[in-house]
């Protein structure tokens, strides 16, 4: 019969639960309406970051500012296209009797590294719209 050491499984459901954890943040179905809408292309023309963002990422993206703390930080990486994402909720106002938010998207597209801050604000329906 062969004994494995306790520790080295002990090790082993550290390692999966941590792995969950990571994976906890973000359901793969978003709560209605629990997604970014508008365009950072706008106010950014021709950067990666305001291109790269799938539905998917938009999910995560709405997830990060209904849920973090200002300075908090959210990354992924988009399985389809391999891009990876760094997003950060900066600070929080209300504007016209709207949530808003203000953030920071980092982002490596292609290879290509880019960043690019905005804003976006909480819709009756639970969206986050970047006004314009």
Known sequence: MKLVPAICVSCAAMAMAMALAGC???SSQAP???????????????????RAMDDGDRRR????????????????????????FVFTPTSSVERRGERCRDFRLEVVAGGRPDSIGGSACRQ???SWRIPG
Not at 61 to 84: H, Q
């Open 61 to 84: 993206a709405a997830s990060a500012l209904e849920t973090l703390a200002n300075g908090e930080s959210s990354a992924w990486r988009n399985r389809e296209t391999g891009d990876s």
């Open 32 to 50: 209605a309406g629990g997604t970014l809408t508008g365009s950072l292309a706008g106010a950014a023309p021709g950067s990666v970051a305001a």
């Open 124 to 126: 009756p329906d639970g």
């Open 24 to 26: 906890a943040g973000f």
